[in-house]
C-alpha cells in the first residue's frame, strides 16, 4: 500500500514558481506512477501531469504545458513539480496520487489512481 503526502505549496504572484513535492512513505513507490491533480473551489478535480513509474513517460495537460515539469527521484522516494510562469487561474489545491500501469489514454482521470495524498495549497494572486 502506498502513502503519499504533497508540500510545497503557498501564495506566489502571478509570474512566480513553486516546487510541489509528493513524498512517499515506502519504497514501493517504485512501481508507481504518479499524478498530481489540482482542484480549485466550484471545480471538478483535474489532472495537471503524470510520471511513469520509470520516469520515461511524462504526461501534461494543455493548460500547463509548456510551464510545468514533471520529475521524479525513486531514490528519495519523492515525485517533484515545478510549477513556473504562475497564473491566477493556477489557483488551487493540488494533490498527488499513485496509481499502476496507468494506460496514456486514462492519466487525467482519478478513478485510476488509488493512493492520494491530503493536498497542498497553491495560490496565485497579486
Known amino acids: 500500500q502506498l502513502q503519499v503526502a504533497e508540500s510545497g505549496g503557498g501564495l506566489v504572484q502571478p509570474g512566480g514558481s513553486l516546487r510541489l513535492s509528493c513524498v512517499a512513505s515506502r519504497s514501493t513507490m517504485d512501481f508507481y506512477d504518479i499524478g498530481w491533480f489540482r482542484q480549485a473551489p466550484g471545480k471538478e478535480r483535474e489532472g495537471v501531469s503524470m510520471?511513469?513509474?520509470?520516469?520515461?513517460?511524462?504526461m501534461y495537460a494543455d493548460p500547463v504545458k509548456g510551464r510545468f515539469t514533471i520529475s521524479r527521484d525513486n531514490a528519495a522516494r519523492t515525485v517533484y513539480l515545478q510549477l513556473n510562469s504562475l497564473k491566477p487561474e493556477d489557483t488551487a489545491v493540488y494533490y498527488c496520487?499513485?496509481?499502476?500501469?496507468?494506460?496514456?489514454?486514462?492519466?487525467?482521470?482519478?478513478?485510476?489512481?488509488?493512493?492520494w495524498g491530503q493536498g497542498t495549497q497553491v495560490t496565485v494572486s497579486s
Open positions: 496520487a499513485g496509481g499502476l500501469s496507468i494506460d496514456a489514454s486514462r492519466w487525467k482521470y482519478a478513478p485510476f489512481y488509488g493512493y
Open positions: 510520471i511513469s513509474a520509470s520516469g520515461h513517460r511524462k
